[in-house]
Each structure stands twice: as C-alpha cells, then as structure tokens.
C-alpha cells in the first residue's frame, strides 16, 4: 500500500500538519499533547483551500498539497481564519499559486492586508454567497467573534461537510487518525474544555448566536472540519456540539474548585480543610490548584467547568497575592457568569486579601456562599472547625440544585 494523503470525503482531503514542539499555544497555554492545525483541500472542476497552517510547517503542508494535486492550480483559498496558526502560510501560498483567488469578507482583507500586504486577486463573500467548483458548491455561514472578528464557516452542501474555523476545536495532536469514531476521545474531551476556556471563552454570546443560526439551518452535516482537533462525524458531534453550547451558556456541573495561593503553607492547610468538608458534605468532584504550580489553562478549565469556586490567598503587601489576582484577571476578562463564590485566606499583621476578594462576587454577579474566613498566622483548632463547616455549606448549596 502507498502513502496516502487523508481523505474525508471522496473530493475532501486532509493537509492539516502537527506540532508537537510547541511547549505554549499563543505563548501561554500549554501543549501536553501537541496541537493539530487543520487544511483541507477541496478537488473538483476547481480546486479550492480551507485555511492554511503556521507557517513552521509550511514545506510538509506543500508537500501534502503537491501530493494530491500533481500538477494542478489551486483556484481559491477560503480564509475562514485570519490567526496566524492558520493564515500564517498565504503568503508562500501566493507565491507558488500567483493566480489563486483568495476567498474571504471584508473584514478578512483589511487582515490579509495588514498580515500578508495583500491586495490584489481577492473575491469578497457575503453571508450566504455561493462559489461553485463544478459538482461540489460551497456557501459561506458568518460566524464574528467566534474568536476572531472575520471568522465564517464553510458549508458544501453536496457532501455535508461544514468546515468550521476554530470552533469545535480541542487542542492535541491527530496521530494517525483524523475522525473521532477512529481515536481514543477520552483526553480530548478535557482538551476542549481547556481550549474553549482559554481561547473562546470570553466569547460565549457570539458562539450562542451562531450555534442558534446552525441548528434554525437546520443542515444537514456528516462531517464538521474544524481547524484544531478531530473531524467530527456522527459519531460523536452531538456531544462536542452540546459541550460547546453548555460552555458557551457557562453552564457548570456539580462541583468545586478551590484556587489559593500560599507562601508558608499556612493558607493551603485551610483550603485542603474547606475541600474535606466539600467532600464529607456529598460532592465527588473537588479539585484543589496551588496557583503557582497549576497552569493557568488548567485553572480556568476547572472553572468552566464545576459551579462553585473557592478562592483563597495570603496577604502579601498589603493586596491580594498577585498570582490570584492573575487568575482572578483571567475570569474577569472571560465575563464568567452564574457561579457561586466563597473566599477565605490567611495574613499576619495586617489582613487585607479577603476583604479586596469578596467584592469580586458582586462585580461578576456570582453568589457568594458562608461568611469570608481569614486566619492570623497559623491554623488553630477553631479554624478547622469553620473551614470544614463552610466546606459543608457549599455542599449544601450546591446539592440543592439537584433534580
């Protein structure tokens, strides 16, 4: 058997790469298991791309496309996305393909101009046009802020495929296998979450608006290619799709999630007793993140994640330990909602985290569960006693939403 070049359909190939030597995705998120960044080559009467790749990875993304084209123009790019894991090869593209059409709206050629100093050779889309390639025609779904502003989606309704930028997109490698129904999902899953909260999140009124416009569409899709991640077939995609649409309602599963901070140990001895009472209370999922070891991509999926959240932190010159008020930045910026929130830490002469805490329940509309515990310098008896009672207390509020 010959090498081949991965198909999803009879007229669909995949030329997607993978970078596993990336150590942090937009220089921040970790890459445990790598990242995929997904092209796809449509062949009919005319040939057109969906999207290109890092540029890193440019030559074996040549390669894949020589492969299967032999010879052949490429006519059109489809720019569903302008970030530069996905657009940063145009440039090159150009250069080997001088009379390829590059297919976008408005929005992404002021990007193409700006990234690429690209003018010339370009065809404007509107929602809903249409471009035919002979047998197969696509049409073009706008889908702003989902995460970018010119981020559309590309339906080809001939063979049920919708290509969808970054959307349904999870962080890992393809290794052999590009279809859900073909691989191991049980880590990807996680690996939504952890993209979703870190790169879509703060955008979750955009996504429900275009998840909206898909379902009112009512089209029909066997295969969803998104540009990071497995392509979704029937398989599966109704699991991705209802998880996106949990997330970007910020709907949370029961559970807790303690973050603090500490410098001598002090205010983790308290956060590991609030999550004993946690547990003794009734809730299976507790997870505890010391926020100077935990990434902050695994924090924030927690929290997407789980309906209650813990904070705890020292006071450190007077204010709120800064790797706290770092996460703390992050929830805010992401515009988190419909979570319960209860605060405790720690201080010696002077306490003041607490109290600079507590107004951030009322800033993100959060409810706020037991009374703030603080304690001076180290844990007494007392203190174990209040913090496993409010452990118990957060339990109780979060049974009590239960069918």
Not at 50 to 61: A, H, K, M
Not at 152 to 160: E, G, K, L
Not at 383 to 390: I, S
């Amino acid at each position: 058997m010959m090498y081949q070049v991965p198909q999803v359909t009879d007229s669909v190939y995949y030329v997607g790469v993978n970078d596993r030597s990336k150590s942090l995705f937009e220089n921040m998120w970790p890459l445990p298991y790598g990242v995929s960044y997904n092209s796809y080559l449509v062949v009919d009467e005319k040939v057109a791309l969906i999207d290109t790749v890092d540029v890193c990875y440019s030559e074996i993304f040549f390669k894949k496309l020589d492969t299967v084209l032999k010879g052949r123009p490429i006519d059109y790019l489809i720019v569903d996305h302008m970030e530069p894991d996905h657009s940063g090869s145009i440039g090159l593209l150009r250069q080997r393909y001088p009379n390829m059409q590059i297919v976008g709206n408005k929005k992404t050629h002021g990007m193409l101009e700006g990234y690429h100093h690209i003018t010339e050779g370009l065809l404007e889309v509107k929602e809903g046009d249409k471009l035919s390639l002979g047998k197969n025609e696509l049409t073009f779904i706008f889908a702003p802020m989902v995460h970018w502003p010119e981020v559309m989606f590309t339906y080809m309704p001939t063979q049920q495929v919708l290509f969808s930028a970054d959307a349904f997109g999870t962080f890992g490698t393809l290794d052999g296998h590009i279809f859900d129904k073909d691989m191991d999902l049980s880590f990807r899953w996680e690996e939504m979450y952890r993209y979703y909260a870190c790169i879509v999140g703060k955008y979750g009124s955009f996504v429900q608006k275009v998840l909206t416009k898909f379902k009112e569409a009512n089209l029909p899709v066997q295969y969803i290619c998104s540009t990071h991640g497995p392509v979704w077939t029937p398989a599966h995609f109704s699991e991705a799709f209802d998880l996106y649409d949990r997330m970007s309602r910020y709907e949370a599963e029961e559970g807790a999630v303690i973050l603090y901070g500490t410098m001598y140990g002090n205010t983790e001895v308290l956060a590991d007793t609030i999550a004993q009472g946690i547990a003794a209370g009734g809730i299976r999922n507790v997870v505890c993140h010391n926020v100077a070891f935990s990434p902050a991509s695994n924090i924030l999926r927690d929290i997407f994640k789980y309906k209650a959240v813990i904070i705890g932190s020292p006071t450190y010159s007077n204010e709120i330990f800064s790797p706290i008020k770092n996460i703390m930045e992050m929830i805010r910026l992401r515009e988190v909602k419909d979570r319960y929130l209860s605060v405790f830490g720690s201080f010696t002469w002077a306490g003041q985290a607490v109290k600079k805490i507590v107004p951030f329940a009322e800033e993100m509309g959060w409810e706020m569960v037991g009374e703030p515990l603080e304690q001076k310098m180290s844990t007494t008896d007392e203190l174990y006693e209040k913090g496993w009672q409010l452990g118990n207390k957060i339990a109780e509020r979060l049974k009590a939403d239960r069918q």
